[in-house]
């Protein structure tokens, strides 16, 4: 019975005989079920892509947002439930303004990477709250460098190469294992996410459109959407690839 769950999912402060957090298990569920998101560190900053559904004819274009900007050098791109994505991409935001008024210099990545992990986690910690159904990753370039994160719904902050998060995580991590991360430039690198999220997206005829962000030298060191004609650019090789791909089989 302590399998399914049965009378110790009731509350995220309870533990199974397994040592399992069910309700914590859910959260991750909710995140695992959602459009995929990835996220690349390359040799000279980090963009993150999104797969974001269209859901209906009547939704105006990029009104869904799963990308958003949380300092001038830091952005993150959520999965999972929307609105509890953008829940904590408002403290993020909040936590990067509170370390500028304090210390008078932009907040390390690190730093709120661990910030918003330690926020995420309380909300598995106490029996009248629940857990935030969402994982960021988080993109940032400070002093130190380039730098991807990610923060699952239990709150597990971690520093990553490539890393992807959604239903189509495994394939999707599958083939960042693939790229030379070190040797790819920021717009070689928006070309290789692009076409990663074409590849693995399910063949369910459901419309979509694409959410991608980057913070590199191009940029300025600043989170910004990628340039259209760049985008445009990548979403063009990457149905090409695909089209090369179907001929192949």
Not at 4 to 30: H, M, N, V
Not at 52 to 75: A, F, M, P, Q, T
Not at 208 to 227: A, M, N, T, Y
Request: aromatic residues 8%.
């Amino acid at each position: 019975m302590s399998g399914i769950g049965t009378g110790y999912d009731l509350s995220s402060t309870t533990y199974s005989p397994d040592g399992k957090i069910f309700q914590t298990e859910y959260a991750q569920k909710a995140v695992d079920n959602s459009s995929t998101v990835v996220g690349l560190r390359c040799k000279d900053g980090v963009v993150l892509a999104c797969e974001k559904l269209i859901l209906s004819k009547l939704l105006v274009e990029g009104s869904n947002r799963r990308i958003h900007n949380i300092d001038r050098h830091v952005g993150v791109a959520v999965a999972g439930l929307a609105p509890d994505g953008r829940m904590v991409a408002n403290r993020a935001w909040d936590e990067a303004a509170s370390y500028k008024r304090v210390y008078g210099e932009p907040i390390p990545g690190h730093v709120l990477c661990e910030r918003v992990g330690s926020y995420v986690h309380m909300f598995n910690l106490y029996w009248s709250l629940r857990p935030y159904g969402a994982a960021l990753l988080l993109a940032a370039y400070d002093k130190n460098g380039p730098a991807l994160y990610a923060v699952d719904p239990s709150g597990t902050s971690l520093r990553y190469f490539g890393t992807a998060v959604g239903k189509a995580r495994q394939a999707a991590k599958n083939e960042i294992e693939k790229l030379k991360l070190t040797e790819l430039t920021a717009r070689e690198a928006v070309i290789e996410a692009v076409k990663i999220l074409y590849k693995v997206r399910d063949e369910d005829g459901k419309k979509f459109e694409l959410d991608v962000s980057w913070v590199c030298d191009e940029s300025g060191k600043v989170h910004q959407r990628v340039p259209a004609e760049l985008l445009a650019e990548a979403e063009r090789q990457a149905k090409a690839a695909m089209e090369d791909s179907d001929m192949d089989d």
